[in-house]
């Protein structure tokens, strides 16, 4: 078991790709917290992996964009295990527009989910880590922390932003064991993925059919999608890495949708 007892928080994770690392790593034998923004939906989750087992889960109301709740919902995990040996930035949203129509408080909503939430978990974490002598962050990016796609100027920019938050992390964090590394998955069918496809059919003029080959599979090796599975596999990797071999970088997991 790569993590028993490791106590590892998961933003976003009463669904999609956040679950799926949930799962995984409760598989290993760890701690895992489910931080998302309802109770009864972390809660479910919680329960669900921690009957699968080995390892066990507790779900956490946190919004990732308020400083209260990630300190509040961090001291809690601390009162109960007493420490945080992983955690994983990875709540995030999908808004699609053109530049010329994004609705500024779109944009805003965006940057505070993804960035403020990476940084205020971060904030949040990095002293215990530190005292512990080590400890894993990772980010959520995407393959869009490296690509550009039409409509996707918010995203674009949170996700691009990820990589420079996890390089600072990666050199501050270093000299105490504490990694930071960014996820990069190409498309992955979650419910952030189904809502776009509509969306983007919508704005672009074309069929949803054509949005998937045209606009998300069309870079990749075999027109296939990403898995939560695959996701999850990358997501252990860099929790169980033990050494700063292994910090400031990026993997990016997508069907050869942007080879590095
Ligand atoms: P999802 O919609 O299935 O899950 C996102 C979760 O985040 C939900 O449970 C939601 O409640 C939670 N969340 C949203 N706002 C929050 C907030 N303010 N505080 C706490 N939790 C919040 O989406 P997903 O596809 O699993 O996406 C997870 C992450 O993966 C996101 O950062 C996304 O950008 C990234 N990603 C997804 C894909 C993809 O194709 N699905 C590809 C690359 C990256």
């Known amino acids: 078991m790569k993590l028993k007892d490791k106590v590892c928080i998961v933003t976003g994770s009463a669904s999609g790709i956040g679950e799926a690392i949930a799962k995984r790593y409760v598989s290993e034998g760890a701690k895992v917290v489910i931080a998302d923004l309802k109770l ?3 809660e479910k989750t919680a329960a669900e992996l921690t009957a699968a087992g080995p390892g066990e889960a507790i779900g956490i109301e946190m919004d990732v964009t308020s400083e209260d709740a990630v300190n509040n919902g961090v001291a809690a995990v601390i009162a109960k295990w007493g420490r ?35 940084f205020l978990t971060t904030k949040a974490c990095i002293p215990h880590m530190k005292a512990q002598k080590g400890g894993a962050i990772i980010y959520m990016g995407s393959v869009h922390s490296h690509e550009a796609s039409p409509l996707k100027s918010a995203y674009v920019t949170a996700k691009h932003g990820l990589l420079g938050l996890a390089r600072v992390v990666a050199k501050e964090g270093g000299p105490d064991g504490v990694r930071a590394n960014v996820i990069c998955p190409g498309f992955v069918r979650t ?18 059919d054509e949005v998937v080959k045209k606009m998300m599979l069309s870079g990749t090796v075999d027109t296939q999608f990403t898995t939560v599975e695959d996701v999850a596999e990358v997501a252990l990797l860099f929790a169980g890495f033990e050494t700063n071999a292994l910090t400031g970088q990026s993997l990016v997991v997508s069907h050869g949708w942007y080879m590095q």
């Open 191 to 208: 419910p952030l993925v189904e809502k776009q496809i509509p969306e983007q059919a919508k704005a672009l003029g074309i069929s949803e």
């Open 84 to 118: 945080v040996d992983v955690l994983v930035s990875n709540a995030g949203i999908q808004i699609v527009h053109k530049i010329e129509d994004f609705p500024f408080a779109d944009w805003k909503k965006m940057l505070s989910i993804h960035l403020d939430g990476a």
């Open 40 to 42: 009864d939906a972390a």
